[in-house]
């Protein structure tokens, strides 16, 4: 009788293992394969996303969103574009709608800002590489928006646009040069009442000049963290 209990228990536990097992590889698998796909309007870049696009359900838990990219079937970077924390929202919460803004711009718009903003109605982001080096990739966070800008070479600058607004604005960025040198998180804040003293369309500049990222606008003030407030300057480098 003992024995058969023995059998019994050996049998229930080895079943168990062999579930988990294969639950946990089919998981693995799952994850492993891309939630979305997008290809560039010109079809030479293709972004892949991989991860749990819902909240972490435990504190101390995360769950990042990976970006692979490949040019001409070869991988080309690999990122993460956002990572979503306990009683935070989940990605799709924070971006509802994926738009690529230009051939190596890939955006994730934010709530109220699915309808894409241009140089009459929206506010700008000037992303200027001052360095001899190329950048492989660049995170920009613009207000609520996400963008993922590919291979911006020396010299080179893009703007972007979203939806013109008079609230708070936090732009930050990191990102990558093409010989592995990292380029620096850098985050700065426009806070309301700098906004709200002009009429016009507000324009920001982010400018990797001596390998870093920094962040400023011609018309407003911002600050930053670090970790006392430090004010970052209304400056005539950044072009309207």
Same mark, same amino acid.
């Given at each position: 009788?003992?024995?058969?209990?023995?059998?019994?228990?050996?049998? %229930?536990?080895?079943?168990?293992?062999?579930?988990?097992?294969?639950?946990?590889?089919?998981? +693995?698998?799952?994850?492993?394969?891309?939630?979305?796909?997008?290809?560039? @309007?010109?079809?030479? #870049?293709?972004?892949?996303?991989?991860?749990?696009?819902?909240?972490?359900?435990?504190?101390?838990?995360?769950? @990042?969103?990976?970006?692979?990219?490949?040019?001409?079937?070869?991988?080309? %970077?690999?990122?993460?574009?956002?990572?979503? #924390?306990?009683?935070?929202?989940?990605?799709?919460? #924070?971006?509802?709608?994926?738009?690529?803004?230009?051939?190596?711009?890939?955006?994730?718009?934010?709530?109220?800002?699915?309808?894409?903003?241009?140089?009459?109605?929206?506010?700008?982001?000037?992303?200027?590489?001052?360095?001899?080096?190329?950048?492989? +990739?660049?995170?920009?966070?613009?207000? &609520?928006?996400?963008?993922?800008?590919?291979?911006? &070479?020396?010299?080179?600058?893009?703007? %972007?646009?979203?939806?013109?607004?008079?609230?708070?604005?936090?732009?930050?960025?990191?990102?990558?040069?093409?010989?592995?040198?990292?380029?620096?998180?850098?985050?700065?804040?426009?806070?309301?009442?700098?906004?709200?003293?002009?009429?016009?369309?507000?324009?920001?500049?982010?400018?990797?000049?001596?390998?870093?990222?920094?962040?400023?606008?011609?018309?407003?003030?911002?600050?930053?963290?670090? @970790?006392?407030?430090?004010? %970052?300057?209304?400056?005539?480098?950044? @072009?309207?």
């Amino acid at each position: 009788m003992r024995v058969e209990k023995l059998v019994k228990k050996i049998t %229930i536990g080895f079943l168990f293992l062999l579930i988990t097992t294969v639950g946990g590889i089919l998981a +693995f698998d799952f994850l492993q394969m891309p939630t979305d796909v997008f290809v560039s @309007p010109n079809g030479k #870049y293709k972004v892949e996303l991989y991860g749990n696009k819902e909240r972490a359900w435990l504190p101390f838990f995360e769950n @990042p969103i990976t970006a692979k990219v490949f040019s001409n079937n070869e991988a080309l %970077i690999s990122t993460t574009v956002h990572t979503s #924390y306990w009683l935070e929202n989940s990605f799709e919460q #924070y971006y509802q709608k994926y738009v690529w803004v230009d051939d190596n711009i890939l955006s994730f718009r934010g709530v109220q800002n699915h309808e894409i903003a241009n140089d009459k109605n929206g506010d700008s982001l000037l992303i200027t590489n001052k360095t001899e080096r190329d950048i492989r +990739f660049l995170n920009i966070g613009f207000s &609520v928006n996400k963008f993922l800008v590919i291979e911006l &070479v020396a010299g080179a600058s893009q703007r %972007i646009y979203i939806n013109h607004s008079k609230s708070q604005r936090y732009i930050y960025g990191t990102g990558e040069f093409a010989d592995g040198g990292e380029i620096e998180f850098e985050g700065v804040n426009f806070p309301e009442k700098s906004i709200q003293g002009t009429d016009a369309l507000l324009k920001y500049c982010a400018t990797v000049e001596n390998d870093k990222l920094s962040i400023n606008s011609r018309l407003m003030e911002g600050y930053k963290m670090d @970790p006392k407030i430090i004010i %970052i300057s209304k400056t005539a480098n950044c @072009p309207q």
